[in-house]
Protein backbone atom coordinates (compact mmCIF):
# COMPACT_ATOMS: atom_id res chain seq x y z
CA UNK A 1 0.00 0.00 0.00
CA UNK A 2 1.18 3.73 -1.02
CA UNK A 3 1.38 6.28 1.40
CA UNK A 4 4.47 8.34 0.35
CA UNK A 5 1.92 11.43 0.40
CA UNK A 6 0.70 10.62 4.41
CA UNK A 7 4.31 9.90 5.10
CA UNK A 8 5.30 13.50 4.07
CA UNK A 9 2.01 15.28 5.35
CA UNK A 10 3.10 13.74 8.74
CA UNK A 11 6.91 15.42 7.96
CA UNK A 12 5.58 18.23 7.58
CA UNK A 13 2.88 18.22 10.28
CA UNK A 14 5.38 17.29 13.12
CA UNK A 15 7.13 20.92 11.98
CA UNK A 16 4.01 22.75 13.31
CA UNK A 17 1.66 20.26 15.48
CA UNK A 18 2.89 18.48 18.57
CA UNK A 19 2.80 15.12 17.65
CA UNK A 20 1.94 15.82 13.95
CA UNK A 21 -1.56 15.32 15.18
CA UNK A 22 -4.56 17.52 16.98
CA UNK A 23 -5.51 14.24 19.43
CA UNK A 24 -2.88 12.18 20.79
CA UNK A 25 -4.43 8.56 20.03
CA UNK A 26 -4.37 9.47 16.06
CA UNK A 27 -0.76 9.59 16.12
CA UNK A 28 -0.76 5.41 15.96
CA UNK A 29 2.16 5.31 18.32
CA UNK A 30 0.85 2.45 20.55
CA UNK A 31 0.32 0.08 17.34
CA UNK A 32 3.79 0.70 15.94
CA UNK A 33 2.70 3.01 12.67
CA UNK A 34 2.93 6.19 11.39
CA UNK A 35 -1.06 8.02 10.85
CA UNK A 36 -2.65 7.68 7.81
CA UNK A 37 -3.49 11.78 6.15
CA UNK A 38 -7.52 11.57 5.05
CA UNK A 39 -8.88 13.33 1.71
CA UNK A 40 -12.22 12.59 2.24
CA UNK A 41 -14.95 10.07 3.68
CA UNK A 42 -18.11 9.41 2.02
CA UNK A 43 -20.65 6.40 3.69
CA UNK A 44 -18.72 3.33 5.09
CA UNK A 45 -15.63 4.47 3.51
CA UNK A 46 -12.37 6.51 4.60
CA UNK A 47 -10.11 7.48 1.51
CA UNK A 48 -6.55 8.77 2.87
CA UNK A 49 -4.19 11.33 0.40
CA UNK A 50 -3.27 8.03 -1.61
CA UNK A 51 -6.39 7.24 -2.53
CA UNK A 52 -6.56 4.18 -0.56
CA UNK A 53 -9.81 3.23 0.34
CA UNK A 54 -10.82 1.80 3.96
CA UNK A 55 -14.44 0.08 5.56
CA UNK A 56 -14.07 2.80 8.36
CA UNK A 57 -14.84 1.06 11.94
CA UNK A 58 -13.56 3.98 13.93
CA UNK A 59 -16.29 6.59 12.70
CA UNK A 60 -14.52 9.54 14.01
CA UNK A 61 -14.47 7.69 17.74
CA UNK A 62 -18.35 7.21 17.64
CA UNK A 63 -20.16 10.40 16.07
CA UNK A 64 -20.34 8.95 12.64
CA UNK A 65 -23.47 6.07 12.84
CA UNK A 66 -24.89 6.98 9.56
CA UNK A 67 -21.94 6.80 7.45
CA UNK A 68 -19.94 9.97 6.35
CA UNK A 69 -21.71 12.45 4.76
CA UNK A 70 -25.37 11.46 5.13
CA UNK A 71 -26.99 13.22 2.34
CA UNK A 72 -29.43 14.75 4.98
CA UNK A 73 -26.49 16.03 6.73
CA UNK A 74 -24.84 17.39 4.16
CA UNK A 75 -28.31 18.81 3.16
CA UNK A 76 -28.97 20.35 7.00
CA UNK A 77 -25.73 21.84 7.18
CA UNK A 78 -25.53 23.38 3.51
CA UNK A 79 -28.84 25.33 4.23
CA UNK A 80 -27.68 27.00 7.45
CA UNK A 81 -24.50 27.45 5.89
CA UNK A 82 -26.51 29.63 3.53
CA UNK A 83 -27.59 31.96 6.64
CA UNK A 84 -24.00 32.16 7.74
CA UNK A 85 -21.47 30.48 10.18
CA UNK A 86 -21.67 32.01 13.85
CA UNK A 87 -23.51 34.49 15.37
CA UNK A 88 -22.59 34.55 19.00
CA UNK A 89 -26.61 34.77 19.74
CA UNK A 90 -29.18 31.68 19.99
CA UNK A 91 -30.84 30.33 17.10
CA UNK A 92 -34.15 28.55 16.54
CA UNK A 93 -31.69 25.74 15.76
CA UNK A 94 -30.68 25.38 19.31
CA UNK A 95 -34.46 25.06 20.81
CA UNK A 96 -34.56 22.15 17.84
CA UNK A 97 -32.36 20.21 18.88
CA UNK A 98 -32.80 20.34 22.45
CA UNK A 99 -36.12 19.11 22.05
CA UNK A 100 -34.65 16.60 20.47
CA UNK A 101 -32.16 15.83 23.06
CA UNK A 102 -35.18 15.98 26.25
CA UNK A 103 -37.47 14.38 24.03
CA UNK A 104 -35.07 11.00 24.00
CA UNK A 105 -33.33 11.78 26.92
CA UNK A 106 -36.84 12.04 29.59
CA UNK A 107 -34.02 12.48 32.65
CA UNK A 108 -33.34 15.77 31.29
CA UNK A 109 -35.59 18.39 32.12
CA UNK A 110 -33.29 20.86 30.26
CA UNK A 111 -29.80 21.09 28.65
CA UNK A 112 -26.63 23.29 27.89
CA UNK A 113 -24.59 22.75 24.89
CA UNK A 114 -21.48 23.53 24.41
CA UNK A 115 -18.58 22.77 21.68
CA UNK A 116 -17.24 18.74 22.89
CA UNK A 117 -17.37 16.26 25.51
CA UNK A 118 -14.60 17.83 27.83
CA UNK A 119 -16.76 21.04 28.15
CA UNK A 120 -19.83 18.70 28.69
CA UNK A 121 -18.35 16.45 31.60
CA UNK A 122 -15.86 19.79 32.92
CA UNK A 123 -19.09 22.15 33.33
CA UNK A 124 -21.42 18.93 34.79
CA UNK A 125 -18.95 18.16 38.13
CA UNK A 126 -18.50 21.85 38.10
CA UNK A 127 -22.72 22.43 38.52
CA UNK A 128 -22.43 18.89 41.48
CA UNK A 129 -20.34 21.07 42.88
CA UNK A 130 -22.22 24.26 42.56
CA UNK A 131 -25.41 22.57 43.51
CA UNK A 132 -24.13 20.02 46.75
CA UNK A 133 -21.58 22.78 48.13
CA UNK A 134 -19.42 19.43 48.17
CA UNK A 135 -16.25 18.49 46.81
CA UNK A 136 -14.98 15.74 45.64
CA UNK A 137 -15.72 13.64 42.50
CA UNK A 138 -15.59 9.91 42.07
CA UNK A 139 -14.58 8.20 38.83
CA UNK A 140 -13.53 5.02 37.46
CA UNK A 141 -10.55 3.24 36.74
CA UNK A 142 -10.84 3.22 33.06
CA UNK A 143 -13.41 5.98 32.32
CA UNK A 144 -12.56 8.48 30.22
CA UNK A 145 -14.57 11.62 30.54
CA UNK A 146 -12.60 14.02 28.65
CA UNK A 147 -9.00 16.44 29.58
CA UNK A 148 -10.48 18.63 32.27
CA UNK A 149 -7.19 18.51 35.19
CA UNK A 150 -10.44 16.77 37.65
CA UNK A 151 -10.09 13.59 35.18
CA UNK A 152 -6.89 13.08 34.99
CA UNK A 153 -6.03 11.12 38.05
CA UNK A 154 -3.75 8.11 37.92
CA UNK A 155 -6.10 4.63 38.17
CA UNK A 156 -6.33 2.82 40.79
CA UNK A 157 -4.44 5.59 42.62
CA UNK A 158 -7.31 6.51 44.40
CA UNK A 159 -9.16 3.78 46.27
CA UNK A 160 -10.86 5.05 48.58
CA UNK A 161 -7.30 7.84 49.13
CA UNK A 162 -7.60 10.99 46.74
CA UNK A 163 -6.41 11.03 43.23
CA UNK A 164 -2.84 11.49 42.52
CA UNK A 165 -2.49 13.57 39.16
CA UNK A 166 -2.52 11.30 35.75
CA UNK A 167 -0.58 13.81 33.77
CA UNK A 168 2.16 16.30 34.45
CA UNK A 169 0.41 19.61 34.64
CA UNK A 170 -2.42 18.79 36.78
CA UNK A 171 -1.90 20.28 40.12
CA UNK A 172 -2.24 18.07 43.16
CA UNK A 173 -4.53 19.80 44.82
CA UNK A 174 -7.19 19.82 42.13
CA UNK A 175 -6.89 15.42 41.88
CA UNK A 176 -7.04 15.56 45.47
CA UNK A 177 -10.80 15.97 44.83
CA UNK A 178 -10.92 13.22 42.63
CA UNK A 179 -11.09 9.16 43.78
CA UNK A 180 -10.53 6.89 40.76
CA UNK A 181 -12.20 3.40 41.92
CA UNK A 182 -12.34 0.40 40.17
CA UNK A 183 -15.26 -0.21 37.85
CA UNK A 184 -17.76 -3.27 38.70
CA UNK A 185 -16.23 -3.43 41.75
CA UNK A 186 -19.83 -3.46 44.03
CA UNK A 187 -17.67 -3.49 47.63
CA UNK A 188 -15.44 -0.50 46.81
CA UNK A 189 -18.57 0.79 45.56
CA UNK A 190 -20.25 0.36 48.88
CA UNK A 191 -17.25 1.85 51.01
CA UNK A 192 -16.62 4.92 49.24
CA UNK A 193 -20.15 6.27 48.71
CA UNK A 194 -20.79 5.18 52.25
CA UNK A 195 -18.07 7.18 53.18
CA UNK A 196 -19.81 10.55 54.20
CA UNK A 197 -16.79 11.89 55.22
CA UNK A 198 -15.35 12.43 52.15
CA UNK A 199 -18.14 15.04 51.31
CA UNK A 200 -18.85 13.61 47.69
CA UNK A 201 -20.78 15.93 45.36
CA UNK A 202 -20.69 13.51 42.48
CA UNK A 203 -20.00 10.47 40.91
CA UNK A 204 -19.01 10.19 37.28
CA UNK A 205 -19.24 7.28 35.18
CA UNK A 206 -19.30 5.74 31.78
CA UNK A 207 -22.46 3.24 31.97
CA UNK A 208 -21.10 1.22 29.39
CA UNK A 209 -17.15 1.98 29.31
CA UNK A 210 -16.00 1.94 25.86
CA UNK A 211 -12.01 3.54 26.59
CA UNK A 212 -10.63 0.94 28.07
CA UNK A 213 -12.44 -1.34 25.15
CA UNK A 214 -15.53 -1.58 25.53
CA UNK A 215 -16.90 -2.96 29.13
CA UNK A 216 -20.29 -3.28 30.05
CA UNK A 217 -21.54 -2.72 33.48
CA UNK A 218 -22.10 -6.05 35.57
CA UNK A 219 -25.45 -6.64 36.06
CA UNK A 220 -27.04 -5.07 38.90
CA UNK A 221 -24.01 -2.57 38.95
CA UNK A 222 -25.81 0.56 37.86
CA UNK A 223 -28.38 -0.24 39.93
CA UNK A 224 -26.62 -0.55 42.75
CA UNK A 225 -24.99 2.69 41.74
CA UNK A 226 -28.21 4.84 41.76
CA UNK A 227 -29.11 3.03 44.89
CA UNK A 228 -26.08 4.42 46.95
CA UNK A 229 -25.97 7.57 45.23
CA UNK A 230 -29.74 8.03 45.99
CA UNK A 231 -29.20 7.31 49.59
CA UNK A 232 -26.15 9.13 50.35
CA UNK A 233 -27.40 12.76 48.19
CA UNK A 234 -25.02 12.71 45.72
CA UNK A 235 -25.48 13.50 42.13
CA UNK A 236 -24.88 10.63 39.79
CA UNK A 237 -23.66 11.42 36.58
CA UNK A 238 -24.06 9.70 33.00
CA UNK A 239 -21.32 9.82 30.57
CA UNK A 240 -23.05 8.92 27.97
CA UNK A 241 -20.71 10.91 25.43
CA UNK A 242 -20.31 7.75 23.46
CA UNK A 243 -23.43 5.60 24.59
CA UNK A 244 -26.24 8.14 24.04
CA UNK A 245 -28.03 7.84 20.85
CA UNK A 246 -25.64 4.84 20.01
CA UNK A 247 -27.01 1.82 22.13
CA UNK A 248 -30.38 3.31 21.94
CA UNK A 249 -32.53 6.29 20.93
CA UNK A 250 -32.17 6.95 24.81
CA UNK A 251 -28.90 5.64 25.52
CA UNK A 252 -27.15 3.29 27.68
CA UNK A 253 -30.07 4.81 30.48
CA UNK A 254 -32.99 3.76 28.78
CA UNK A 255 -31.37 0.47 27.44
CA UNK A 256 -30.61 -0.42 31.63
CA UNK A 257 -33.84 1.88 32.67
CA UNK A 258 -31.70 3.63 34.67
CA UNK A 259 -32.56 7.47 35.79
CA UNK A 260 -29.15 9.63 36.33
CA UNK A 261 -29.80 13.41 37.90
CA UNK A 262 -27.15 14.42 34.67
CA UNK A 263 -26.07 13.22 31.53
CA UNK A 264 -23.03 14.13 29.39
CA UNK A 265 -23.48 13.91 25.47
CA UNK A 266 -21.30 14.12 22.69
CA UNK A 267 -19.92 13.39 19.23
CA UNK A 268 -23.12 11.84 17.64
CA UNK A 269 -25.97 14.84 18.89
CA UNK A 270 -22.78 17.03 16.44
CA UNK A 271 -23.31 14.52 13.33
CA UNK A 272 -19.78 14.83 13.19
CA UNK A 273 -19.40 18.65 13.69
CA UNK A 274 -18.17 19.86 17.77
CA UNK A 275 -21.26 19.59 20.15
CA UNK A 276 -20.88 18.22 23.33
CA UNK A 277 -23.87 18.75 26.09
CA UNK A 278 -25.11 18.30 29.78
CA UNK A 279 -28.52 18.60 30.85
CA UNK A 280 -30.50 16.99 34.10
CA UNK A 281 -32.89 17.80 36.26
CA UNK A 282 -34.46 21.58 36.75
CA UNK A 283 -33.53 21.61 40.19
CA UNK A 284 -29.89 21.32 38.89
CA UNK A 285 -29.77 22.81 35.96
CA UNK A 286 -31.46 26.09 37.37
CA UNK A 287 -27.95 26.16 38.89
CA UNK A 288 -25.93 27.26 35.83
CA UNK A 289 -25.69 31.24 34.48
CA UNK A 290 -27.56 32.78 33.88
CA UNK A 291 -30.10 31.41 35.81
CA UNK A 292 -28.03 30.62 38.36
CA UNK A 293 -24.24 31.11 39.78
CA UNK A 294 -22.78 28.63 38.75
CA UNK A 295 -20.67 29.79 35.67
CA UNK A 296 -19.99 28.47 32.02
CA UNK A 297 -19.90 29.72 28.97
CA UNK A 298 -19.05 29.08 25.12
CA UNK A 299 -18.05 31.65 21.95
CA UNK A 300 -19.14 28.69 19.44
CA UNK A 301 -21.64 26.85 22.17
CA UNK A 302 -25.04 26.21 20.01
CA UNK A 303 -22.86 26.85 16.50
CA UNK A 304 -25.65 26.94 13.74
CA UNK A 305 -23.70 24.50 11.22
CA UNK A 306 -23.27 22.30 14.44
CA UNK A 307 -26.65 22.33 15.31
CA UNK A 308 -28.67 21.71 11.93
CA UNK A 309 -25.77 18.80 11.86
CA UNK A 310 -26.65 16.97 14.68
CA UNK A 311 -30.75 18.21 14.31
CA UNK A 312 -30.81 16.38 11.05
CA UNK A 313 -28.35 13.24 12.63
CA UNK A 314 -31.13 12.90 15.29
CA UNK A 315 -33.79 13.54 12.77
CA UNK A 316 -32.89 10.53 11.01
CA UNK A 317 -31.56 8.23 13.28
CA UNK A 318 -35.03 8.41 14.84
CA UNK A 319 -36.19 6.99 12.08
CA UNK A 320 -38.65 3.41 12.84
CA UNK A 321 -36.12 0.07 12.71
CA UNK A 322 -32.78 2.70 12.54
CA UNK A 323 -31.55 0.53 15.69
CA UNK A 324 -32.85 -2.67 15.46
CA UNK A 325 -31.46 -2.75 11.73
CA UNK A 326 -28.26 -1.41 13.31
CA UNK A 327 -28.48 -4.06 16.45
CA UNK A 328 -29.09 -7.02 14.12
CA UNK A 329 -26.10 -6.24 11.58
CA UNK A 330 -23.37 -5.91 14.98
CA UNK A 331 -25.28 -9.29 16.20
CA UNK A 332 -23.93 -11.15 13.18
CA UNK A 333 -20.93 -9.62 12.68
CA UNK A 334 -19.92 -10.10 16.19
CA UNK A 335 -21.08 -13.77 15.97
CA UNK A 336 -18.63 -14.06 13.17
CA UNK A 337 -15.82 -12.51 14.58
CA UNK A 338 -15.82 -14.38 17.53
CA UNK A 339 -16.15 -17.57 15.33
CA UNK A 340 -13.07 -16.67 13.68
CA UNK A 341 -11.10 -15.94 16.70
CA UNK A 342 -12.31 -19.29 18.47
CA UNK A 343 -10.86 -20.90 15.03
CA UNK A 344 -7.65 -19.46 15.17
CA UNK A 345 -6.96 -17.98 18.55
CA UNK A 346 -8.39 -20.22 20.34
CA UNK A 347 -8.71 -18.66 24.51
CA UNK A 348 -6.66 -16.25 23.58
CA UNK A 349 -9.56 -13.36 22.67
CA UNK A 350 -12.57 -12.06 24.17
CA UNK A 351 -15.21 -10.10 22.62
CA UNK A 352 -16.87 -7.42 24.52
CA UNK A 353 -19.99 -6.27 22.93
CA UNK A 354 -23.20 -4.05 23.82
CA UNK A 355 -25.25 -2.94 20.55
CA UNK A 356 -23.23 -1.45 18.04
CA UNK A 357 -19.87 -0.87 19.64
CA UNK A 358 -17.36 -3.35 20.53
CA UNK A 359 -13.78 -4.14 21.48
CA UNK A 360 -11.83 -7.85 20.95
CA UNK A 361 -9.32 -7.73 23.54
CA UNK A 362 -6.41 -9.98 22.68
CA UNK A 363 -6.74 -11.31 26.21
CA UNK A 364 -7.92 -14.28 27.29
CA UNK A 365 -10.36 -12.59 29.76
CA UNK A 366 -12.76 -12.40 30.99
CA UNK A 367 -12.03 -8.46 30.81
CA UNK A 368 -14.40 -6.53 33.14
CA UNK A 369 -12.16 -3.63 34.44
CA UNK A 370 -9.18 -1.84 33.50
CA UNK A 371 -7.10 -3.96 35.73
CA UNK A 372 -8.36 -6.99 33.49
CA UNK A 373 -8.04 -5.20 30.23
CA UNK A 374 -4.33 -3.69 30.94
CA UNK A 375 -3.52 -7.36 30.75
CA UNK A 376 -4.09 -7.03 26.56
CA UNK A 377 -1.48 -7.98 24.66
CA UNK A 378 -1.59 -4.86 23.14
CA UNK A 379 1.48 -5.98 20.97
CA UNK A 380 -0.83 -8.58 19.06
CA UNK A 381 -3.23 -6.20 18.41
CA UNK A 382 -1.06 -3.51 17.04
CA UNK A 383 0.08 -6.56 14.72
CA UNK A 384 -3.51 -7.37 14.21
CA UNK A 385 -4.52 -3.23 13.39
CA UNK A 386 -1.63 -3.24 10.50
CA UNK A 387 -2.66 -6.36 8.75
CA UNK A 388 -6.55 -5.09 8.54
CA UNK A 389 -4.75 -1.92 7.43
CA UNK A 390 -2.97 -3.06 4.67
CA UNK A 391 -6.44 -5.08 3.80
CA UNK A 392 -8.24 -2.04 3.88
CA UNK A 393 -10.11 -1.80 7.08
CA UNK A 394 -9.80 1.56 9.58
CA UNK A 395 -9.46 0.48 12.98
CA UNK A 396 -9.53 1.68 15.79
CA UNK A 397 -5.28 2.32 16.83
CA UNK A 398 -5.41 1.33 20.17
CA UNK A 399 -6.46 -2.16 21.91
CA UNK A 400 -8.30 0.10 24.39
CA UNK A 401 -11.33 1.92 22.34
CA UNK A 402 -14.61 0.48 20.51
CA UNK A 403 -15.13 -0.57 16.80
CA UNK A 404 -18.39 0.55 15.80
CA UNK A 405 -20.85 -0.56 13.49
CA UNK A 406 -22.66 2.26 11.46
CA UNK A 407 -25.64 2.44 9.55
CA UNK A 408 -23.65 2.84 6.07
CA UNK A 409 -21.83 -0.14 6.31
CA UNK A 410 -23.29 -2.81 3.73
CA UNK A 411 -23.05 -6.29 4.09
CA UNK A 412 -20.55 -7.10 1.92
CA UNK A 413 -18.36 -4.17 3.66
CA UNK A 414 -19.19 -6.58 6.61
CA UNK A 415 -18.51 -9.67 4.97
CA UNK A 416 -14.75 -7.58 3.40
CA UNK A 417 -14.13 -7.47 6.95
CA UNK A 418 -14.64 -11.00 8.36
CA UNK A 419 -12.23 -12.26 5.62
CA UNK A 420 -9.37 -9.48 6.42
CA UNK A 421 -9.66 -10.35 9.82
CA UNK A 422 -9.65 -14.39 9.04
CA UNK A 423 -6.71 -13.66 7.43
CA UNK A 424 -5.17 -11.47 9.51
CA UNK A 425 -5.45 -13.94 12.41
CA UNK A 426 -3.46 -16.28 10.73
CA UNK A 427 -0.69 -14.23 9.94
CA UNK A 428 -0.40 -12.49 13.61
CA UNK A 429 1.81 -14.48 15.76
CA UNK A 430 2.14 -14.06 19.61
CA UNK A 431 5.69 -12.65 20.89
P1 LIG B 1 -14.18 15.12 23.54
O1 LIG B 1 -13.68 16.27 24.40
O2 LIG B 1 -13.04 14.33 22.93
O3 LIG B 1 -15.23 15.54 22.53
O4 LIG B 1 -14.96 14.10 24.50
C1 LIG B 1 -14.31 13.59 25.64
C2 LIG B 1 -14.98 12.30 26.04
C3 LIG B 1 -15.83 12.30 27.12
N1 LIG B 1 -16.47 11.17 27.51
C4 LIG B 1 -16.28 10.01 26.85
C5 LIG B 1 -16.99 8.77 27.32
C6 LIG B 1 -15.41 9.96 25.73
O5 LIG B 1 -15.21 8.78 25.09
C7 LIG B 1 -14.75 11.12 25.31
C8 LIG B 1 -13.78 11.13 24.14
N2 LIG B 1 -13.53 9.86 23.52
C9 LIG B 1 -12.24 9.71 22.87
C10 LIG B 1 -12.12 8.29 22.30
N3 LIG B 1 -12.79 7.28 23.00
C11 LIG B 1 -12.03 10.73 21.81
C12 LIG B 1 -10.89 10.45 20.87
C13 LIG B 1 -9.71 11.37 21.07
O6 LIG B 1 -9.39 11.71 22.23
O7 LIG B 1 -9.11 11.77 20.05
Given at each position: ?19 GVNSPVRACKSVGCDPLFV ?92 YTGKKVVVKFDGCYHGHAD ?282
Amino acid sequence: MNTDNSKSYFTKAQTVIPGGVNSPVRACKSVGCDPLFVKKAIGSKIMDVDDNEFIDFVCSWGPMILGHNHPKVVAAIEEALANGTSYGAPTPLEIELAEQVINAFPSMDKVRFVSSGTEATMSAIRLARGYTGKKVVVKFDGCYHGHADSFLVQAGSGVITLGIPGSPGVPDDIVKNTISIPYNDFETLEKTLSDESLEIACVIIEPVAGNMGVVPPADGFLQKLRELTSKHNIVLIFDEVITGFRLALGGAQSRFGITPDMTCLGKIIGGGLPVGAYGGKQEIMAQIAPEGPVYQAGTLSGNPLAMAAGVATLQTLSEPGFYERLEQKAESFASELKKLADKYLPGQTTLNRIGSMMTNFFNPGPVVDFKSAMKSDTELYGQFFREMLAGGIWLAPSQFEAAFISDAQSEKDLAQALEMTESSFKKIKKL
